[in-house]
């Protein structure tokens, strides 16, 4: 048995992995991956695949980024890691000012990964109305296909049934508004209506149900497990004038689309102003470390921080995670920022999603809602077959390329560092794996 192989054995019979039906493994094998550099991973031969979806949307600026694994290697040799109850260090006050300046919000609430800053927005937002003398507020709303995590709480808020169905006699049963998925706009109607229509009925719902209503959270412009859903930004801004009409927070889950990823540092910028015009709560955590170390946070507002602060520790906000503000975690992200001052991130990231966008246009098989957000492109191929994403999957490996299709949705995701010869890998490998895939009907 070669070592590959060997490995591969090992991982099956030792790991759980994620998401994951593992006896799908039989016929899709595991990939075994032994390094990383810029938007490529190398398997154990050396064969290279160009990671389009950046690790599951952590990955900013690519693999083995000098100036962040420096960063790391640097606090490594002061500090690996401190209780943050009681203690604090130098770069968990930096980074918190940072976000601050960027938000606009004021205090940072730091956790291991995406779903935790889902629970403590949650939680610091019903516990917000208890200590206000409100304690009825208890109820949240969320999107038709939204997606926010999948521990109890961040199910409970997220409308995807292969995740959450299972689970249901465990989590609090919570309404979900229309999506304003452009998509699902009427012939005619464009996608600014629409979303003004999904609004209308967002208000209409929160007019009648604000006075149990804690808060409403939300996937700015783009909704990542439904397909990269994406809708126009009036949306956010007529519902932070509901949510403010009727007193109910509005919670940003920028996770996956925080960083640069929908154009703009920060998605709740497209409808005006700060972070801190549009959201209550802010949720970041995927690409805030570059895609180095687990850490996620929550940013509020000042108000929101008033009601805890009191003698009685019971109106603490009493939540806590070992390894919160990781001092590691935290050099990983302020070396991230570091990068988006230093360069035109986002300049750099806008002509190559116009590369990609004409490259997507001049694909000859049929496609339907092609679009973009910043430097997420999706569109739907034109197949009616329940094992397309799988097919696309395998077919893309065998190309070089890590896809990870949504049903029939393709998307790119890439990290922010490609080159003409991974964007022109990037065009071809697609293009040749649909092909193949739509021939596996």
Avoid at 73 to 82: F, G, P, S, Y
Avoid at 139 to 164: C, M, P, W
Wanted: aromatic letters at 10%.
């Amino acid at each position: 048995m070669s070592g590959n192989q060997d490995l591969l054995q090992r991982s099956l019979h030792a790991v759980w992995h994620p998401c994951t039906q593992m006896k799908h493994h039989e016929r899709y094998p595991l990939v075994p991956i032994a390094r990383g550099e810029g938007a490529w991973l190398f398997d154990s031969d050396g064969k290279g695949y160009l990671d389009a979806v950046s690790s599951w949307w952590v990955n900013l600026f690519g693999h083995n980024q000098p100036a962040i694994k420096e960063a790391i290697k640097t606090q490594l040799e002061q500090l690996e890691h401190v209780m943050l109850a009681g203690f604090t260090h130098a770069p968990v006050v930096e980074l918190s000012e940072k976000l601050s300046a960027l938000t606009g919000l004021g205090h940072a609430f730091y956790g291991s990964d995406g779903a935790s800053a889902t629970e403590i927005a949650l939680k610091m937002s019903f516990h917000y109305w208890r200590n206000s003398g409100l304690a009825q507020k208890t109820r949240f709303i969320s999107l038709q296909n939204s997606y926010h995590g999948e521990t109890l709480g961040a199910l409970s808020v997220t409308d995807v049934a292969i995740f959450k169905d299972t689970y249901a006699p465990l989590i609090l049963q919570s309404a979900h508004m229309p999506s304003p998925d452009s998509r699902l706009a009427e012939a005619g109607e464009s996608e600014e209506e629409f979303a003004l229509r999904c609004a209308e009925a967002l208000e209409a719902y929160v007019a009648e149900h604000h006075a149990e209503l804690a808060a409403f959270i939300i996937e700015p412009l783009v909704q990542g497990a439904a397909g990269m859903a994406m809708y126009h930004p009036v949306y956010l801004c007529r519902a932070r004038e509901i949510c403010s009409r009727y007193d109910i927070h509005l919670i940003a889950d920028e996770i996956a689309v925080g960083f640069g990823r929908t154009g703009t540092l920060f998605a709740c910028e497209q409808a005006g102003g700060k972070v801190s015009d549009i959201a209550d709560f802010i949720c970041l955590s995927k690409g805030i470390t570059g895609g180095y170390l687990p850490l996620s946070v929550v940013l509020t507002t000042d108000h929101v921080y008033q009601a805890f602060y009191h003698d009685q520790t019971a109106k603490g906000f009493l939540h806590s995670h070992s390894y919160t503000g990781n001092p590691l975690a935290c050099s990983a992200a302020l070396a991230t920022l570091k990068l988006f001052e230093s360069s035109d991130v986002l300049g750099n990231n806008h002509k190559t999603a116009q590369q990609l966008w004409s490259a997507v246009q001049a694909y000859d098989f049929p496609l339907r809602h092609i679009r973009q957000r910043g430097m997420i492109t999706a569109f739907e191929v034109d197949i009616n077959h329940p094992q397309f994403a799988q097919h696309c999957y395998a077919a893309a490996l065998r190309h070089g390329l890590l896809l990870r299709p949504i049903a029939n949705t393709v998307y790119w995701m890439p990290p922010y560092c490609l080159d003409a010869a991974d964007i022109e890998h990037l065009v071809q490998a697609t293009h040749a794996t649909i092909v193949e895939s739509m021939a596996c009907r």
